[in-house]
């Protein structure tokens, strides 16, 4: 199994990234698929999560700001983020779990300046 991040970078206060987890070696349209973070000197955090069914939850300092959506058709999870603020500085990782085993990303680094 293998999950790959991609899309983070450098943004002002205020605007937008699109981040995307494709994934291979698994059955995507079975499996949940979340976003987690970790900033500097804090635990990870779960973001947002979206069933195989394409419900959704968010952690409640983005909800209204960021969206998780699936592509199954491209084995691909996509977390967009606007009106990003300085706090959302973090590295952002794609999580699934497939046959009772815990997969992780490796990360990419999303900074907000102000």
């Known amino acids: 199994v293998h999950l790959v991040e991609s899309g983070g970078g450098l943004v002002q206060a205020g605007g937008s990234l699109r981040l995307s987890c494709v994934a291979s070696?698994?059955?995507?349209?079975?499996?949940?698929m979340g976003w987690y973070r970790q900033a500097p000197g804090k635990q990870r955090e779960l973001v947002a999560v979206?069933?195989?069914?394409?419900?959704?939850n968010y952690a409640d300092s983005v909800k209204g700001r960021f969206t998780i959506s699936r592509d199954n058709a491209k084995n691909t999870v996509y977390l967009q983020m606007n009106s990003l603020k300085p706090e959302d500085t973090a590295v952002y990782y794609c999580r699934t779990s497939w046959i009772s085993t815990e997969y992780w990303g490796q990360g990419t680094q999303v900074t907000v300046s102000s």
């Open positions: 070696g698994i059955t995507f349209r079975l499996v949940a």
């Open positions: 979206i069933t195989n069914s394409g419900a959704t």
